[in-house]
C-alpha cells in the first residue's frame, strides 16, 4: 500500500473516530446540562427521579418530559404540574435546540433566568402559575423565534422592557396577575403578530399607546385592573368585546360606553401621560419604559437633520404599514371561506391545513416518530381491539379519498390548527364527516394512539357524535376519523341571531337541546358498561352538533386520548377566552367532572340568553329571577317563565366558582327531569 493509500485511510479513520468521539462528547454534555436542571428544578429528588446519571443517553425516553429530535438534541421540556419546588436554573440556557419549555403549574421560585434568552429557537415559553420573582429580564426580547410568552400568575415585579417589542414573531403575551408597574412601553405596538396581549391585574400606570392600539393583527387586550390614565385610542373601539379595560378609573374616551368623555388633557395629574400630546413637559423623575424617549432628545432645540430622519422613518412606517394592509387583503381576497359547519373558519386543502401545523406555535409538531408511523399495522393490534373490531372500523385510503373526492376544497367544512373536516359520501350512500389529523399532532407514543382510538370507538350514545371509523396513511402522514354527518350544523349558529338567516329555536327545542347535552355528558362521566368514565374536556357551543330533528349530539369526545399533550393544551386556550374553562384550571392545570359541570352551565345561560357571551347581567337575572335580564328576547315572551327560572338557578349552581358547590351530573340530570316532563 502506498504512502498516498495509507494516508486516506488513516484520514478516513480519524474522521469516524472524531464524529463517534463528538457524538459522544455530545451526548455526555447534554447529560451533565440536564442533570444540573435536574438538581435546581427539584431539589428534593421527587418528581425527575427518572433523570438518571446512569443513563447513557437521556433521549431514548427514559427522562420523563424530555424529547428530542433524531440527532439527539432536546426539543422539549414538557413539566407542567409535576409539582416542582426549585429554582429555573440558567443551564437552561445551554440547551441551543430548545423550542418548546413548559414549567407551568408548578410551585417554582425565584427569577427568570436572562440566559433563557440564549434559546433562539425557542417558540413556546410557559412558566406562568408559580412564584417566580423579580424583574422580567430584557434579555428576552433577544428571541427571534418566540411565538407564545406566558409568565402570569407569578410575583414579577419591575416594569415590562420596551425590548420586547423586538419579538417580531410573538403572538401571544400574559402578564396577568404579576406586581408589574411603570407604563406600558409603546414599543409593544412593533409586534406584528400580536393577536392576544393581557395585562391585567397589575400595578401599570399612564396611558395606552396609540401605537399598540393600532397593531395590525391584535384581537384581545386586556388591562383591567392597573391604574392607567388617559385618553383611550379610538382603534380599540374595533376589538369590541375583546377590549377589557374595567376599573381604570383614570380612563377616558369616546365611543365606550362605560368610559366619561375626557375633559382638557384627560391625564390623570398624578400620572401623567409619558408622552401624550397633554403633557407639557416631561416628569423630572425616571421616564416611563412607554416613553420611548431618547436622552438627548430633551432639549427644545432640535437639530433640523434629526427633523428630517424622523420624517423619513415615519414615511417608511407607513408605507411598510400600507404594504402589510394590503398583503394581509390579498390572502383575505384568496380564501374561500368554509361552510357553516365551523363559521370562524377560512377553507383550507389539508396540504394547507398541515403546514399550518407545521408552523404553528406547538414545539412537538417537528418531532418525528420513532420507526416511522404505522399505529395500524396489523402486528400492532391489541390494547381492546379484537381482529374482528379492527376490521369493521377500519376505513382504506381509497374510500377516504373517493369519499371527499380527493379532499376537495368544496368538501371542506371547517379547519383548525391540526386538523381539517371534510363532508364525505361513502359508497353506500351515507353521508359522513372526516376529520384530518396530521401525524404530528398525535399521540407520539404508538400503543398510547391505538388505546385511545379503542376509547372512541366504545362511545355509544345517541347524544355523544358516533365515529363510524378510521384510517391512517403512513404515505400521508394523517389520521382519518370518519364520524355521522350531522346536517344542522353547531349551537354556535344559533347565538347570537340578528334573524333571517338562522332559525331562532323554539322554548321547547332549548330545553330538549339542554336536557339532551345533560344526557350526553352523564353517559361520559357514567361508567356504564364497557365504557371507562371520561372527563370531555372541551365542552363548548362548538362542539354541539345538532342533527335533523334538532337533537343535540356532543362531538370531539375522548379527542384528546389521540392528541399530543401540548395540542390538548392549545385547544383550551379558546374554551378559556370564551369562558368555558373553569377557574380552577388557572391554579391546578387539570380539568375534572366538574370542569365539564362549568362549562356545561356556561351553556345553559348561551341558549336561554341566544348570545356567546355571558354578561354580569346575565348572571344577576338568573340569581334574582328576573327573566327578561337573561332570556332570549327573540322569543317574544313565548317560554315558560318558572322553568326559565329554574334553568337559570341550575346554570348559576354549575357555574359556581368554587367547584365543591358546582353539582354532579346526575344531580343535574334530576333537576332536569323533575323540570322538563318530555322532550
Known amino acids: 500500500m502506498g504512502f498516498t493509500s495509507f494516508s486516506t485511510v488513516f484520514s478516513f479513520f480519524t474522521f469516524l473516530l472524531f464524529i463517534t468521539t463528538a457524538s459522544a462528547e455530545t451526548d455526555s454534555t447534554t447529560l451533565s446540562i440536564l442533570l444540573s436542571i435536574k438538581v435546581s428544578l427539584d431539589p428534593s429528588d421527587h418528581i425527575l427521579s427518572s433523570w438518571s446519571p446512569n443513563a447513557t443517553d437521556p433521549c431514548n425516553g427514559s427522562f420523563v418530559g424530555i424529547a428530542c429530535n433524531g440527532n439527539g438534541q432536546v426539543l422539549n421540556i414538557s413539566l407542567q404540574g409535576k409539582g416542582l419546588t426549585g429554582k429555573i436554573p440558567p443551564e437552561i440556557g445551554q440547551l441551543k435546540s430548545l423550542s418548546g419549555l413548559y414549567l407551568h403549574f408548578n410551585q417554582l421560585h425565584g427569577g427568570v433566568p436572562k440566559e433563557i434568552a440564549n434559546l433562539t429557537e425557542l417558540s413556546d415559553l410557559y412558566l406562568n402559575v408559580n412564584y417566580l420573582t423579580g424583574e422580567i429580564p ?29 419579538l417580531k414573531k410573538l403572538s401571544v403575551l400574559a402578564l396577568q396577575y404579576n406586581q408589574l408597574s411603570g407604563a406600558i412601553p409603546a414599543s ?15 400595578g401599570l400606570f399612564g396611558s395606552i399607546p396609540v401605537k399598540l392600539a393600532n397593531s395590525p393583527n391584535l384581537e384581545f387586550l386586556d388591562i383591567r385592573n392597573n391604574t392607567l390614565s388617559g385618553n383611550v385610542p379610538i382603534a380599540l373601539k374595533r376589538l369590541n368585546e375583546g377590549f377589557q379595560f374595567a376599573n381604570n378609573p383614570g380612563l377616558c374616551g369616546i365611543g365606550f360606553s362605560t368610559l366619561n368623555v375626557c375633559t382638557g388633557s384627560g391625564i390623570n395629574p398624578n400620572k401623567p401621560e409619558p408622552f401624550g400630546p397633554g403633557s407639557s413637559r416631561l ?15 430633551l432639549n427644545q432645540s432640535r437639530r433640523p437633520q434629526t427633523a428630517i430622519i424622523v420624517g423619513l422613518i415615519g414615511l417608511f412606517a407607513v408605507v411598510a404599514v400600507i404594504g402589510v394592509f394590503t398583503f394581509f387583503w390579498y390572502r383575505r381576497q384568496k380564501q374561500k371561506i368554509g361552510s357553516t359547519y365551523d363559521a370562524s373558519d377560512s377553507r383550507l386543502s389539508t396540504d394547507q391545513v398541515k403546514e399550518v401545523c407545521r408552523r404553528s406555535a406547538s414545539p412537538l409538531i417537528s418531532l418525528e416518530y420513532s420507526h416511522g408511523w404505522d399505529p395500524l399495522a396489523r402486528r400492532q393490534i391489541g390494547h381492546g381491539f379484537s381482529q374482528e373490531e379492527f376490521d369493521s372500523f377500519m376505513f382504506n385510503l381509497d ?26 359520501i361513502l359508497r353506500d350512500g351515507s353521508i359522513v364527516a372526516i376529520k384530518c389529523i396530521s401525524k404530528t399532532s398525535c399521540k407520539s407514543d404508538e400503543s398510547e394512539f391505538l388505546k385511545g382510538l379503542n376509547l372512541l370507538t366504545s362511545l355509544k350514545h345517541e347524544n355523544v357524535l358516533r365515529l363510524r371509523g378510521f384510517c391512517c396513511s403512513k404515505g400521508r402522514g394523517e389520521c382519518f376519523l370518519i364520524y355521522d354527518f350531522v346536517p344542522n350544523g353547531n349551537l354556535l349558529q344559533y347565538l347570537d341571531t340578528k334573524g333571517g338567516k338562522v332559525k331562532v329555536l323554539e322554548w321547547s327545542t332549548r330545553t330538549s337541546i339542554i336536557k339532551g347535552i345533560a344526557r350526553g355528558i352523564e353517559y361520559l362521566h357514567g361508567n356504564q358498561g364497557k365504557k371507562p368514565a371520561l372527563v370531555h374536556r372541551n365542552i363548548s357551543a362548538e362542539k354541539v352538533l345538532i342533527d335533523q330533528h334538532y337533537h ?13 399533550d401540548d395540542i390538548v393544551y392549545s385547544t383550551l386556550k379558546g374554551s378559556a377566552a370564551m369562558g368555558y374553562l373553569a ?34 347581567l346575565n348572571r344577576q337575572g338568573a340569581e334574582l329571577g328576573r327573566t327578561e335580564d337573561f332570556v332570549d328576547t327573540n322569543l317574544e315572551g313565548d317560554f315558560r317563565e318558572s322553568e326559565a327560572v329554574k334553568l337559570g338557578k341550575i346554570a348559576l349552581l354549575c357555574t359556581h366558582e368554587a367547584l365543591n358547590h358546582r353539582p354532579t351530573i346526575e344531580t343535574v340530570m334530576q333537576q332536569l327531569n323533575e323540570l322538563i316532563c318530555s322532550f
Do not use: W
Request: charged residues 15%; proline residues 6%; contains cysteine.
Open 583 to 616: 377557574p380552577e384550571y388557572t391554579t391546578t392545570g387539570r380539568c375534572t367532572e366538574k370542569s365539564d359541570i362549568y362549562a356545561f352551565g356556561m351553556i345553559i345561560f348561551q341558549i336561554l340568553s341566544g348570545k356567546c357571551k355571558i354578561s354580569q
Open 283 to 297: 416628569p423630572s423623575k425616571a421616564i416611563p419604559e412607554s416613553a420611548n424617549v431618547q436622552p438627548n432628545s
Open 552 to 564: 343535540p349530539m356532543l362531538s370531539d369526545c375522548g379527542l384528546h386520548k389521540l392528541l399530543a
Open 399 to 424: 374510500e377516504v379519498e373517493s369519499a371527499t373526492q380527493y379532499f376537495s376544497d368544496t368538501n371542506l367544512l371547517g379547519k383548525s390548527s391540526f386538523s381539517a373536516t371534510y363532508k364525505g
Open 188 to 202: 409593544l405596538g412593533d409586534l406584528v403578530n400580536l393577536t392576544r396581549m393581557d395585562l391585567s391585574f397589575n
Open 138 to 166: 430584557p434579555e428576552l426580547g433577544n428571541m427571534p423565534s418566540l411565538q407564545v410568552m406566558q409568565l402570569c400568575y407569578n410575583k414579577l415585579t419591575g416594569s415590562i422592557p420596551t425590548q420586547l417589542g423586538f
